[in-house]
Structures are given as C-alpha cells and as structure tokens.
C-alpha cells in the first residue's frame, strides 16, 4: 500500500459523515435509476413474452352478426397467421349475497382444443366443455375477490334468461391483463368478471348459430397491420361491423402502455436530481478537502510525487464515495423494485412478473453516477495539477472583505454582530451560497413533485363525478334502442330522473391525421350528465358541431371553428365534415360530445339510443337492483358512488407510496446537502468562532453565526423551490399524458408549505448536529492550527 493510499483510508476515515451524506444522495439517484428503467423493462418484458407466449391477437374486430363462413375470407387474408371468431357479450350478473348486479363480458372458446388467438391461462380446474352446459371459466381475480373456488355456482342473465353457472375453473387471458366495467375507471373485480364458455353453448343463447360476432387475429411478423384492418373493415361492413382495430386502441394494452409512458417519465426527471445534487456535493466537499490541504500537495510535489498521482488521489476519495453511493443504492433499488413489481402484480393480471435486474441496469446505474461525481470534481482535481509546490507551501492569501450595497444603505446597523457576521461570510462567498440554496430547492421541489399528485386527483374526482357526471348510475342496454325506451327506464323503481345519451363510434379525420373514438349523444337541457368547458363551467350543445376535448383537439391539430371529417362506422357508414362549435375540458379518455338531435340528423338512421344516466331515491336501490337483473334489454348498470369509491381508494394507495418513497428522498437531498454545507463552514470558520469563544461569547452566540447562515440559505430556497417543484409537476404531468386519462395540474398553497415543512424540519436535524459539534471544539487545537 502507497503512502497515498494511506492518507486515501485516512481521509475517509475522517470524513465519513460528509462521505456518508453525499453517498445517501448518490443511492438516491442509482436507487430510482434501478426502480424506474428496471420497472419499465421488466413490465415490457413480461407484457412480450406474455403476448407471445400465449398469442396475444393484433387486430380485433366486432360486427352484428356475420356468418362462420366468413373465416374462409378472413384466412385469405395476407398476414394473417391465425384467427379466431367469436360469439361476445356483456351480460349482468346475479351473485349470491351481492345486492347489485355486477357485470360480466362473456366471450365463447372453441369446442375442442385450444383458442389460436389470446389463449387461456388456467389457473385452477379445467376448461368448460361443451356437453356440459352449465360450466363456465372466470377470471382469476373475479374469483379472488369472491372467494369462489371450482364448483362453486352463480346466476347470469343471458340474452334475458337467468341461468345458473358452475366455476369449471379460473383462467388469465392476455386480452384482459388490466379489466375493468363499464364506467368505471380502475379495475373493480368485485363488480366485472370475464366469463369464458364453449361455442356449443353460447351461440344459441345468443341466437349465433352458424354467426359470430367478433374476431381477433394474430398477423405475421411483416404484415402490413393497416392493409389488414382495411380488409376486415370490408369483409365486415354487410354485418353491421365497427371499425377494426389494432393494439394501441385495444383497453388493457393501451392501459399498459400509459403505465410505461410514466416510468418512463419518471426515469427522465427524477434521476437527474440526485445526480445534480451529488455532483454539487462532491464539488464542495473536494474544493474544500483540498483548500485545507494546499501545504500537503505543495510538500508532496516537492517529494517528487507528479501531479498526476496526486490527482488520482483525489480522484480516488471521490470514486471511493461513489462505490459506498452505488452499493446502498442497488440494494435498496432492488428491494423497492421488487416490491414495486409485486404492486403491478396486484394491479395488472400477469401469469408472472419478475423484476428484470439485468447485470447491464446496474452498469447504467453505477456508470451515470460516477461519471456525474467525478463531474462534479473535475474542477478541484483539476487545481491540484495546476498548484505550484512553493506556492501552495505558503499559506493561502486572506479573504479580501469590501464595503457592500446593505452597509452603504445602512442595513446592517439593524443587526447584531454576530448576525452581520454571517450576512458577510454569505455575502463574501455568493456563488457556493447560491448553490447550496439551488440544492435546497431541489428537495422542496422534489416534495412538490410528489405532494401535488394528490391534490390534482381529487380536483378531478371532484370535477368528474360532482361537476360532469354528477348521475347515481348508467344503464347501458345490450342494442341500441328507439327514444320511446325511456318511458320503461322512468317506470323502474327509485327513477328520479333518467337522461337518454347515445354513444355513435367514428373515425375523426384532419389532414393526414386520424383518430378512432366514440361521439357522445345528449339531449339538450342535461343536467345529470354535463359537457364543461375549459373553465369548469357547463357547455350547452350547439344545434350542430362538435364539442371535442382538448386532448382530442392537439392530436387531431383541431381548433374551434374548423373542420373535421367524420367516418360514421356503423349503419350506413356515412361520411361528412362537421365544425367545430367548442374545445371543452375532460380529463378522461377522448372526450367528443354533440347534440342528441344534431347527431341522429348525422347518422340518417333515425332515433336512436345507447343508454340512460339516472338519478336515484336511494330508499329504492334494492327494488331497482331486482329489477335490473329481470330486464333483458339492459347490459350493464354503472354505480357512480362504487365507481368513484374504488377510484380514489386505487389511487391513494398509490399516492401514499409514491409519497413516501418521494419524501424520504426530498430528506435526504436536504440533509446532505445542509449538512455538508454547514461542516465546510465550520471548518472554515473554526478559528474565528474559537476566538469568539475565548474572547467570552458563550456558544450559544457563538452557534448563531452558522445557524444564521444556514437559515438565511434555507429560506431563500423555498420559493425557488417552489417554482422549480411547478416545473417539475408540470413536465410529470405531460409526461403521464394520454389517450386514457390526463391529470391536471393542481397546486395548492398547502402543497408548498407541507414541502416547506419536511425540508425545514431536516434543516434542523442538521442544525443540532452542528450545534453539537460547535459546542464541542477543541480551542486550544483549532487555534494553533494555521489558517
């Protein structure tokens, strides 16, 4: 072992609380490199091999009722490497001990053998099979939350006949990873089950003998998806066929995507915080390790040790503080990595998901933090080879003080001493005063990021279920229906109030641009169901034109006045251009919404109704659940209070996590970086505060000098912390866009100050342990040391 490498064990020896504090930071930054990019791939990774494995379709399509004969057209297809048609439904359940209806999608297997396209998992038990009737398979989850094991029994309504179906056994489907019913926006497994029965069975319930009425099918590595959805769309279209579709509009695989989209905007924001921060760190503690060792870098140059080696030396205390840095964080980005897959695993529908924590992720992680420290550290190791050996055997000139603006004005007369004291050291040295500041705020600004997630939700649960869709349930009927329905909606028991809407599905054309969604219907005067502008305030319909969301409006390039094509997809298949009369705020999916009359004039198939928004006496409900569960017209029944309940109990679990995870960063940014600013001070100024205490200051009065520092650096971060913590959940929220849900940017005043508190409250953690070390100074050693 070199001498230098002895001084290198020494020096680490003595400073291993500013080491240890700098390393925390530095695992900050590998740990949520490590979660962010280790989730994101090991989502990926499962949602590919899941979809290969067990033959996740590319297209899907749905028609009225279009012959099996119409197979041997879509085999033709070139492309396509396997299909599969199918009979599909949503059916109300009738569960035992479950006041409600729940609702179900029912969807036929083949006879014999297995499915081509989106085969089963089986969990427990065994497909159903076509000789016997009754048997039915239910997703996994649907299962789990009811307690139901094979042999179990319930009662669906199908097609208008309650029948009685026994559990043959509990499947995964790579088509429905992540379910949820109509209406509501997480999955609720309580309420919607996917039920999987034979053909035999279904078709005659359906009256889809010889018929299907919906297909998927899996294509060949190069088939050209967009020719093969034209020709489905053609085969389709005498059947009364919607649109095809690809993967992207597919539910549970869009919902992935925007779970990727996230870590990925997680991966891209927060990283480079810790690695900021550490670099700032490191930059701060080397200057000043090496400031206090000009005379040993002079006398070991003039031993004959080249600059160079010297150098490496320190280059070496900062790699060595790196490696502390990347072990605690690879450790604890594993951990909280794996319990992060173990919350996808309770939120998405996998057969397995395993953390991928591939040697190359912690390579990654490792390589981008020691290249941010030795950053960080360049400039200082780079003054240790431009540092003449006579020179630096001299001691440094002193700090030149001058007359500033404050004391010109006058200001420092309202001070103590002491006070003015620190205002001048601050004062002195601006630039590191600036930037331990910057460094402060980042933790503010971090504890912003995560503390406005919360606020930002309940604005929107407030704005969608009390402002918007302010109904106590949605019936949807299995067909559409004519308008004179909603006489037999009114006479069900416990109707208040009911309002008609029709959902029509279109493609929205622009220029080159295209998009595939669904126009809402409402009757004018809806008071249940309301369109609000941008403002929150209620839209009233126009008698022609559409209303579009916002987020609809910047995929589409629209604004209002303009116009838009519209490809009806079902009926006639019209298609013509429409203004745009409002852009209208909506914070789920892709909202367009028109006129109920104006959009029977559209379709030119005359009246027309999807379903019914009510209002409730809730002293009804249970004459109203029977009743429902006895009318067959009626597919799904929506609960707005169960729909809103589930929402907000999803999220805030969710929220709690992301929030604990995020505060106890923000701590330890603020701590290390309060800490290690404070120390290099009292290095610094160690000699002037002993000489303060032999001259009869008590240390109290003496502490103050630093503490006034630091609060002064402290509190000019938090407005800048403030603003940068705006920044940051401004970029998190247009990065957490997309076509399922966009959140709003809510900032609240109690956001700030609850940030403002924990990073507060860290600073007087770091507070008392300086005060503690000011206490203990050794006078009679810091005074003989030379300056």
């Known amino acids: 072992m070199t001498a230098l490498d002895r001084k290198l064990l020494r020096d680490l020896a003595r400073l291993w609380a500013q080491g240890l504090a700098v390393a925390l930071v530095m695992a900050c930054g590998v740990m949520t490199i490590i979660i962010a990019v280790g989730a994101y791939r090991s989502l990926l990774a499962t949602r590919e091999a899941y979809y ?38 949503t059916v109300l359940l009738d569960l035992d001990g479950v006041r409600e209806p729940a609702t179900g999608q029912v969807v036929s297997i083949p006879d014999r053998g297995r499915a081509g396209v989106n085969r089963l998992v089986i969990r427990t038990g065994h497909l159903p099979q076509p000789d016997r009737p009754e048997e039915v398979a239910v997703n996994e989850d649907f299962a789990v939350a009811h307690g139901f094991q094979v042999g179990d029994e319930f009662s669906a309504i199908l097609n208008g006949r309650k029948k009685r179906l026994r559990i043959a056994g509990t499947v995964l489907s790579p088509e429905f990873i992540y379910s949820f019913g109509p209406g509501d926006l997480v999955p609720d497994p309580r309420r919607f089950a996917i039920l999987y029965m034979t053909r035999h069975v279904l078709a005659p319930l359906f009256d889809r003998d010889g018929a299907f009425n919906d297909v998927v099918l899996r294509l060949l590595p190069a088939a050209n998806e967009a020719a093969v959805i034209a020709t489905v769309d053609r085969l389709l279209r005498p059947y009364g066929g919607t649109a095809a579709y690809g993967r992207k509009d597919q539910p549970s695989h869009a919902f992935l995507d925007a779970e990727l989209t996230e870590l990925s905007a997680m991966a891209r924001i927060i990283p480079p915080i810790f690695l900021v921060v550490s670099a700032f760190l490191i930059n701060i503690v080397l200057s000043r390790l090496i400031a206090l060792e000009r005379e040993q870098i002079g006398l070991l140059k003039a031993l004959g040790y080249f600059g160079r080696a010297i150098a490496w030396h320190y280059a070496k205390l900062v790699i060595a503080i790196s490696v502390v840095g990347i072990a605690i964080g690879s450790i604890a980005g594993t951990w909280l990595g794996q319990g992060l897959t173990r919350l996808y695993g309770e939120f998405f529908s996998f057969p397995f998901l395993i953390f991928q924590s591939s040697v190359d992720l912690y390579v990654l992680a490792a390589g981008v933090s020691l290249a941010a420290a030795l950053i960080g550290a360049m400039k200082a190791i780079v003054s240790v080879l431009a540092l003449e050996p006579a020179i630096a055997m001299q001691a440094p000139p002193p700090s030149r003080y001058r007359h500033h603006f404050v004391e010109t004005l006058g200001l420092f007369k309202l001070f103590s001493r002491l006070t003015v004291m620190a205002i001048r050291h601050l004062v002195h040295r601006p630039l590191r005063a600036a930037a331990t500041s910057f460094g402060i705020a980042l933790s503010v600004a971090l504890l912003v990021t995560a503390l406005f997630a919360g606020d930002s939700v309940n604005f929107m649960i407030d704005t969608i279920y009390f402002r918007s869709d302010r109904q106590h349930a949605s019936l949807a009927f299995a067909e559409e229906r004519p308008p004179s329905v909603m006489a037999a909606v009114g006479r069900l028991p416990g109707i208040l109030t009911a309002e008609p809407f029709r959902s029509l599905p279109v493609v929205l054309r622009h220029g080159s641009l295209s998009h595939r969604l669904a126009i809402t219907g409402k009757p004018p005067g809806a008071t249940l169901s309301r369109v609000l502008d941008e403002d929150l305030k209620p839209v009233v319909l126009p008698a022609d034109g559409l209303a579009i969301s916002e987020r609809v409006a910047a995929i589409l390039g629209l604004t209002r006045g303009q116009t838009v094509t519209v490809e009806i997809l079902t009926g006639r298949r019209e298609v013509v251009d429409v203004r745009i009369s409002a852009v209208i705020q909506n914070y789920l999916g892709l909202a367009v919404f028109m006129d109920m009359d104006a959009l029977w004039r559209l379709t030119g198939d005359g009246p027309r109704v999807s379903g019914a928004h009510l209002a409730l006496d809730t002293r009804a409900m249970d004459r109203l659940y029977s009743a429902v569960k006895n009318t067959p017209t009626i597919a799904s029944i929506t609960l707005l209070n169960q729909s809103r309940e589930k929402f907000r109990e999803t999220i805030e679990r969710n929220i709690t996590i992301m929030t604990t995870l995020y ?24 000699r002037e505060l002993a000489s303060l205490r032999v001259l009869g200051f008590t240390r109290g009065e003496v502490s103050r000098v630093l503490l006034i520092e630091m609060a002064v650096i402290v509190l000019i971060a938090q407005p800048l912390g403030w603003g940068l913590g705006a920044g940051f959940a401004i970029l998190v929220g247009r990065g957490f866009e997309s076509d399922l849900f966009q959140l709003p940017i809510v900032l609240e005043a109690h956001t700030f100050a609850k940030a403002s508190l924990v990073v507060l409250a860290a600073a007087a953690l770091s507070a008392f342990i300086i005060r503690r070390r000011v206490d203990r100074l050794d006078l009679i050693r810091v005074l003989k040391t030379r300056d």
Not at 55 to 80: E, K, T
């Open 52 to 89: 290969e494995r067990y033959s996740f379709a590319h297209v899907f399509a749905q028609a009225n009722r279009a012959p099996i004969a119409l197979g041997q057209s879509i085999a033709a297809i070139d492309g396509v490497a396997a299909f599969e048609l199918r009979i599909s439904r």
């Open 663 to 686: 505060v106890t960063l923000a701590v330890i940014i603020a701590f290390g970086v309060i800490y290690n600013s404070a120390r290099i001070q009292l290095s610094e100024r160690a």
